[in-house]
């Protein structure tokens, strides 16, 4: 079992950025893929990237691509969302999840994802 606390969710403007993290609990965290989901008012919760178990795999949203940055410290059980040039659209919920399988093919499906957090909302004014 994992629990996942998403934090630093807050308000910001137009052309800023924000840090995401996410913390879990065990022993376990580097046997996980993890990755960062969004949900916006009135919508589905869409993939926005994942990264392997070591980091040295990551995989994006196109529409986060180049802006968004996913990242992981084993160390910390902690995996981050640094998210620059914000715009309106990117306003949201944000979740991150655990996997201990995925596949390339489905690691953007929401189904493959075992744990989940609590969310964290992002606000993102004009």
């Known amino acids: 079992q994992v629990q996942l606390v998403e934090s630093g969710g807050g308000l910001a403007q137009a052309g800023g950025s924000l840090r995401l993290s996410c913390a879990a609990s065990?022993?376990?965290?580097?046997?996980?893929?993890m990755a960062w989901f969004r949900q916006a008012p009135g919508q589905g919760r869409d993939f926005i990237a994942a990264?392997?178990?070591?980091?040295?795999?990551?995989n994006y949203a196109d529409s986060v691509k180049g802006r968004f940055t996913i990242s992981r410290d084993n160390a910390k059980n902690t995996v981050y969302l640094q998210m620059n040039s914000l715009n309106p659209e990117d306003t949201a919920v944000y979740y991150c999840a655990a996997a201990h399988e995925i596949t390339i093919q489905t690691l953007r499906e929401g189904y493959e994802y075992d744990y989940w957090g609590q969310g964290t909302q992002v606000t993102v004014s004009s």
């Open positions: 990264i392997s178990r070591n980091g040295g795999s990551t």
């Open positions: 065990g022993r376990t965290f580097n046997t996980y893929y």
